[in-house]
């Protein structure tokens, strides 16, 4: 749920004229914005100098622990900023003060923002097997970062509009928007990574600063396995359950298992590499991991089949069987298998004490049709109204009910409108299971983590399996886990990731 164009002469009467004669001298302007890659010395055009840089990132920073959560470990973050810092001490922009940061999330990813700020999510961290290989992805995001690629993506896009260009060099005032715009470029490359080169040139740069650390470089094509592996576990979820899951953004996602580019980077960095790592700290890492929270964590509330718990909120709802239940930073979203309907639940403060109809119709401006109060222990209102979606206004229904000072909203919405009548049932048995945590409920709201296990002689996945509390495809997950997928059994002795 989540214009008219102006001249620069209309935002700064008396300039056009200067601006149009200097129109004509692009080329000359161009060149006031170029800069020297700090990584291949070569001029590159950015409209932006180091310091505007740096403060991207520090303005953006807050934004992305809100969005995804900084991870409740401050071992585990420490450790991680460790690895981080002495890799980036061998970059070739060591002068920064670079910032590491665990995020709170199930996806299998990480990023960086200008500046020096680098994330890695929990979520990929659970599949990384050493310390070399979260050194490989670290590494990776710091090449994204000392070869200025966010700033440089963003600079050649507003070549297109070459008046821009000129009047951002000529006019300071105009370039409080291009941060904004930046920071829309690194949302884009979060998801879907920089382009094929940019990616590749990170690929080289994380295994040269990884050879200059004394890790091998050969990680680079470790981390490569695990997330091809994703890859595949997500086509195989896809074809057991129609359900699609989310893949890593950038890292390495571009090149095939032998990608001849990508093999040679990593041996052009091999003389570099002293091979003072030789077992690479797998069991160290390991050891740091052990414990961490697998999937949900307490802070975002936990899914066990159709049932959400969240034991801050003390809440707990049942959501339709069978249907695929997804739980967001900002919304917990529930999806008919067949794509036809989708129950979203959100929550928001109650400021002023209204009733439940009330703040359907006052504070969120809806217009409810058939409405009616919801029986039960919580107060309670639902009827149908139109709400915005990202497919424009569509007919829904609405239900909303009170827990203390928080309202919990409920927005039923089918693909047909005229088959708003056939879920609506669901619609309504899921917004009136809503109720308080009791005391055997909170048992359950208690997160899932990794635990460390040796292998024995005769120890299967199958077995691990049946003894494991995930669900679906439990033997692939925990194959997954162990960088075993999408054969292989462990050997006697070794440790393996299980989780419970």
């Given at each position: 749920m989540r214009a008219l164009q102006r001249t620069v002469s209309d935002l700064y009467p008396g300039r056009g004229r200067v601006l149009a004669t200097l129109g004509f001298c692009l080329a000359g302007m161009l060149f006031a914005g170029?800069?020297?890659?700090?990584?291949?010395?070569?001029?590159?055009?950015?409209?932006?100098?180091?310091?505007?840089?740096?403060?991207?990132?520090?303005?953006?920073?807050?934004?992305?622990?809100?969005?995804?959560?900084?991870?409740?470990?401050?071992?585990?973050?420490?450790?991680?900023?460790?690895?981080?810092?002495?890799?980036?001490?061998?970059?070739?922009?060591?002068?920064?003060?670079?910032?590491?940061?665990?995020?709170?999330?199930?996806?299998?990813?990480?990023?960086?923002?200008?500046?020096?700020?680098?994330?890695?999510?929990?979520?990929?961290?659970?599949?990384?097997?050493?310390?070399?290989?979260?050194?490989?992805?670290?590494?990776?995001?710091?090449?994204?970062?000392?070869?200025?690629?966010?700033?440089?993506?963003?600079?050649?896009?507003?070549?297109?509009?070459?008046?821009?260009?000129?009047?951002?060099?000529?006019?300071?005032?105009?370039?409080?928007?291009?941060?904004?715009?930046?920071?829309?470029?690194?949302?884009?490359?979060?998801?879907?990574?920089?382009?094929?080169?940019?990616?590749?040139?990170?690929?080289?740069?994380?295994?040269?600063?990884?050879?200059?650390?004394?890790?091998?470089?050969?990680?680079?094509?470790?981390?490569?396995?695990?997330?091809?592996?994703?890859?595949?576990?997500?086509?195989?979820?896809?074809?057991?359950?129609?359900?699609?899951?989310?893949?890593?953004?950038?890292?390495?996602?571009?090149?095939?298992?032998?990608?001849?580019?990508?093999q040679e980077v990593v041996s052009e960095a091999l003389p570099l590499y002293a091979g003072v790592e030789a077992d690479e700290r797998r069991g160290a890492y390991l050891k740091k991991i052990d414990g961490m929270v697998f999937g949900d964590s307490p802070a975002q509330g936990v899914r066990r089949g159709n049932r959400f718990f969240h034991e801050q909120l003390g809440i707990a709802v049942t959501f339709p069987e069978h249907w695929h239940l997804s739980n967001q930073p900002q919304q917990v979203v529930s999806a008919h298998p067949g794509g036809e309907a989708t129950l979203v639940m959100l929550a928001d403060d109650i400021n002023r004490k209204i009733p439940p109809e009330r703040f359907l119709t006052e504070r969120l401006g809806l217009q409810v049709t058939a409405g009616t109060e919801l029986q039960g222990d919580l107060p309670g209102y639902t009827g149908r109204a139109r709400v915005r979606t990202g497919q424009g206004e569509q007919l829904a229904r609405v239900s909303v009910l009170y827990v203390d000072q928080t309202a919990y909203l409920f927005v039923g919405l089918v693909r047909d409108t005229n088959a708003l009548a056939n879920f609506e049932p669901a619609f309504l048995d899921a917004a009136r299971s809503l109720h308080r945590l009791t005391d055997e409920e909170r048992a359950a709201a208690q997160p899932l983590r990794i635990a460390l296990v040796r292998a024995e002689a005769g120890t299967t996945y199958a077995a691990l399996a049946e003894r494991s509390p995930l669900t679906g495809l439990v033997e692939s997950q925990l194959r997954l886990l162990n960088q075993h997928y999408p054969q292989g059994d462990p050997e006697s002795g070794q440790w393996l990731k299980v989780v419970r």
């Open positions: 170029c800069a020297v890659n700090p990584v291949t010395g070569q001029q590159n055009l950015v409209l932006m100098s180091e310091s505007e840089e740096i403060s991207v990132g520090r303005q953006y920073h807050p934004k992305i622990l809100q969005q995804y959560g900084r991870y409740a470990d401050e071992a585990l973050q420490s450790y991680v900023q460790q690895v981080g810092t002495r890799l980036a001490e061998n970059s070739h922009r060591s002068e920064l003060v670079y910032r590491f940061t665990v995020l709170d999330s199930t996806d299998v990813n990480a990023f960086a923002l200008p500046g020096g700020y680098i994330y890695i999510t929990r979520g990929l961290m659970a599949y990384l097997d050493s310390e070399a290989e979260l050194a490989a992805v670290l590494g990776h995001e710091i090449g994204h970062v000392t070869a200025r690629h966010g700033v440089r993506q963003q600079s050649a896009a507003q070549v297109a509009g070459a008046g821009m260009v000129v009047a951002q060099i000529l006019l300071p005032e105009l370039r409080a928007g291009a941060a904004e715009q930046l920071y829309s470029v690194l949302s884009q490359a979060i998801l879907s990574g920089y382009g094929r080169e940019h990616e590749l040139e990170s690929d080289r740069l994380g295994a040269e600063y990884l050879a200059r650390t004394g890790y091998p470089p050969q990680s680079m094509l470790g981390v490569l396995r695990v997330l091809k592996a994703q890859e595949a576990y997500a086509a195989e979820v896809a074809e057991q359950s129609g359900q699609r899951i989310q893949t890593y953004h950038g890292l390495f996602a571009t090149h095939p298992d032998n990608d001849r580019r990508l």
